[in-house]
């Protein structure tokens, strides 16, 4: 199963909004709703920030969304924050019956 | 508190093999899997395989199929992973995670393995 395809990096200003884009195919992403969205700080285990496209789980602020829209999901942060600079992996369930992880994007508050 | 607690640092020699534990607390372990997920150094995570916390059954990546071996114990709650004929390439920091197969929310924090002659 190959990765997702995720853009490499992307930046904003504190206060900005920023989307990160994961593209895959009708055998992943767009097959099915169980994309989920995990952030990683250097050194730290990932933390899981959206799960089934769109759900936060308790504790993750607002700030922080998911969409989908065919093969290609989306999280967006908005109200970027100096604490939101991490790495970002996207996931999805697989028609393989497995998950499959993007390469990750790095996220920099300028 | 819901927790998962993984044994420490493992240096093994090529060829080796190597057990990881992740001991859960705070939750009915039988209610949820658990999700082996690998990082090498300076790169992305990669899912390895999941193991039911009820009835044992697991589902391994294809990368892996033969060489891992996932196991629980309910008595302790605790969820093991073997690495077989270790390489260097093998290499990583290791993570257990309870995964409800929705979304990987709770995650150990992390073993590192390093395979060096």
């Known amino acids: 199963q190959s990765a997702l395809t995720q853009p490499a990096s992307v930046s904003g200003s504190p206060g900005q909004s920023v989307t990160i884009s994961c593209t895959g195919t009708s055998s992943d992403v767009g097959g099915y709703n169980y994309v989920s969205w995990y952030q990683q700080h250097p050194g730290k285990a990932p933390t899981l920030m959206i799960y089934?496209?769109?759900d936060r789980p308790s504790g993750v602020s607002n700030r922080f969304s998911g969409s989908k829209s065919g093969n290609t999901a989306s999280l967006t942060i908005s109200g970027l924050q100096a604490e939101d600079e991490a790495d970002y992996y996207c996931s999805s369930y697989t028609s393989s019956g497995t998950p499959v992880f993007g390469a990750g994007t790095k996220v920099t508050v300028l | 508190q819901v927790q998962l607690v993984q044994s420490g640092a493992e240096v093994k020699t090529p060829g080796a093999s190597v057990e990881v534990s992740c001991k859960a607390s705070?939750?009915?372990?039988?209610?949820?899997?658990i999700s082996w997920v690998r990082q090498a150094p300076g790169q992305g995570l990669e899912w390895m395989g999941w193991?039911?916390?009820?009835?044992?059954?697991?589902i391994y990546a294809q990368t892996f199929q033969g060489r891992v071996t996932m196991t629980i114990d309910l008595s302790t709650s605790t969820a093991y992973m073997e690495v077989r004929r270790l390489r260097s390439d093998d290499t990583a920091v290791y993570y257990c995670?309870?995964?409800?197969?929705?979304?990987?929310?709770?995650w150990g924090q992390g073993t590192t393995v390093t395979v060096s002659s």
């Open positions: 193991i039911s916390g009820y009835n044992y059954k697991t």
């Open positions: 089934e496209v769109s």
């Open positions: 705070g939750y009915i372990f039988t209610s949820y899997g």
């Open positions: 995670a309870r995964d409800p197969w929705n979304g990987m929310d709770v």
